[in-house]
């Protein structure tokens, strides 16, 4: 929801951390693969207790997130580095409420799956909604410069990297937190659907 009001204000410093990274020869896809290690730890530290290790961990993660596209754009956007980019995205939104499943089974596990149950409707829509997109030449840069068609939502990037930091910052408040989020989750879900039933009834 508020993915597109904060493009304006963080795309130009991570444009110039971008060309500086991609001016040593750092790659885009080497950036994505560090995150994405950096997001795996987070959720280990989770697990096991650790959850200001965790907060650190996630914080950076996301920030190797934007930077890699921003990479990208100093170099050249690849269909690889869209792919790994995605998809590595979704297998650390699942890590999280996983590790604090883990971490506390008893209080955590119900309200950490029915989280991930609202990931997966959510996914499904956006990445389903992207695929008939492709096929039918739609485009969009609303959220900016994407790989693929990003259509937009109530539950986006900016609003669950907030959820993820709040609830490593307070981790007894996963279980609430979590339910109020899948319900989001699932409400944007939903408008996801239509706006996709909408938009293909026209192609």
């Not at 590595?88 to 604090?100: K, M, N, R, S, T």
């Not at 539950?155 to 959820?163: D, M, N, P, R, V």
Request: net charge neutral.
């Amino acid at each position: 929801m508020f993915d597109a009001r904060l493009r304006p204000l963080i795309n130009p410093p991570l444009n110039e951390l971008g060309r500086l990274v991609a001016g040593i020869g750092i790659g885009a896809n080497t950036v994505t693969i560090c995150g994405f290690a950096m997001g795996m730890g987070a959720a280990i530290a989770i697990a096991c207790g650790q959850f200001l290790l965790g907060f650190f961990l996630i914080a950076l993660n996301r920030l190797a997130d934007g930077l890699d596209g921003a990479v990208a754009r100093a170099n050249h956007k690849t269909d690889l580095g869209g792919y790994l980019d995605i998809t590595l995205d979704f297998f650390f939104y699942g890590a999280i409420p996983l590790a604090f499943a883990v971490q506390n089974p008893e209080a955590n596990a119900l309200a950490a799956t029915v989280l991930l149950a609202s990931f997966y409707a959510n996914g499904s829509a956006f990445l389903a909604f992207a695929i008939m997109a492709e096929k039918n030449r739609l485009s969009t840069t609303a959220q900016g410069s994407k790989s693929l068609y990003y259509i937009g939502g109530l539950a986006e990037g900016a609003e669950t990297i907030a959820l993820f930091l709040l609830m490593a910052l307070v981790p007894d408040w996963f279980p609430v937190l979590a339910w109020g989020f899948a319900a989001i989750c699932f409400l944007s879900a939903g408008a996801r659907l239509l706006i996709g039933v909408k938009a293909l009834r026209k192609s």
